[in-house]
């Protein structure tokens, strides 16, 4: 799986050991989203350069900041909804993720939101003609048609998530990522299919669902590590940390920024919940959170319904070239 950013069912929040399972996994080479109210990352396992996280899961890059540098771990998992993830070999922690120093793109009118720097601070780089791109790209794939050609936004890499939702409650239909810089144009269509055909919580997406469907990019910036497990700000900073299970073994889990915030949680809430995730069944005590490693990043996001999709394109469907029919408006009506 990959790294997942998008929703997730309220939990109650506990110290002790979960009464069942335990909330436990092993971490695959992606991540995705699991839940419906929030973008929860999902456990992963972060392998290196093209590692995919579900939900949100590990990282493949670290930042160095307060000082604190990460050492890089020998292996890494997660678990959490219900996924059952293998741990790769190796995760790439602790040296600083190199992001583009400007971003080109205009800033967006469409759903956005950005997290990753003050307003007015600098442009935006995520776009509305992203999220439309991810909708071209599944929409060619689910009729057969051409992928569609070349975008013109910019191709910069960044780590990056693509999420799905469906319905007027915007339940979580997929949510597949990852913390591995990628070229945007290539990035974008690898992940737009894998979070909608491969997200393993959920059947593959059909053509039916298209009209009731919301995609959101997320592009994530600004990863710094940090030597205290609460110098971070909920609403503001994505976390993934990195710890030390009962089996001595190591794990990682990560939430996207959004999710502390949309589930209500404070900062022990969020890692406590972190910790079930990425599979520590024991009971959590202070000197315990102590112990973990965490980096905190920040994100970009832009999120476009089918609708706005379909209007989007209606008006610049010449201008972008895209290679395929628009969408026939009766036979989503």
């Keep these: 799986m990959a790294a997942g950013c998008c929703g997730v069912k309220k939990q109650k929040l506990s110290s002790s050991p979960p009464s069942g399972s335990g909330g436990g ?19 992963l396992g ?42 790769p070999p190796s995760c790439g922690v602790g040296t600083l993720l190199s992001t583009p120093a400007a971003a080109t793109a205009s800033s967006p009118s469409l759903s956005s939101a950005a997290s990753s720097s003050s307003p007015g601070s600098r442009k935006m780089v995520v776009s509305a003609e992203m999220c439309c791109f991810c909708f071209d790209v ?71 669902e298209l009209p009731r469907l919301f995609c959101s990019v997320s592009l994530l910036t600004n990863f710094e590590d940090v030597c205290d497990y609460l110098d971070w700000e909920v609403g503001v900073h994505g976390i993934r940390i990195e710890f030390i299970n009962e089996k001595g073994s190591k794990r990682t889990a990560t939430y996207l920024p959004e999710v502390a915030k949309e589930q209500g949680w404070d900062h022990i809430q969020t ?51 895209i290679g395929h029919p628009l969408p026939p408006y009766n036979h989503y009506s």
């Design 138 to 208: 599944l929409y060619c794939h689910l009729y057969g048609y051409q992928q569609p050609r070349t975008p013109r936004f910019t191709n910069e890499p960044y780590p990056l998530f693509v999420t799905w939702k469906i319905g007027r409650d915007k339940r979580l239909r997929g949510c597949i990522g990852t913390f591995s810089a990628m070229n945007l144009h290539s990035g974008l269509r690898e992940y737009t299919l894998t979070s909608a055909l491969k997200d393993s919580r959920f059947p593959p997406m059909t053509r039916d």
């Design 25 to 43: 996994g092993g971490a695959s080479s992606s991540s995705h989203c699991s839940g419906e109210s929030q973008c929860r990352a999902g456990e």
């Design 271 to 321: 890692i406590d919940s972190l910790l079930r995730k990425g599979g520590y069944k024991a009971p959590i005590t202070n000197e315990f959170r102590k112990t973990i490693k965490l980096t905190r990043y920040r994100s970009e996001k832009m999120t476009l319904s089918y609708a706005e999709y379909l209007a989007h394109r209606q008006h610049h469907h010449f201008q972008n070239g």
């Design 46 to 87: 972060l392998g290196g350069a093209g590692t995919r996280l579900n939900g949100l899961g590990g990282l493949a890059g670290g930042g160095s900041g307060s000082g604190c540098t990460l050492s890089p771990p020998q292996g890494c998992g997660g678990g959490g909804g219900g996924i059952s993830l293998s741990p």
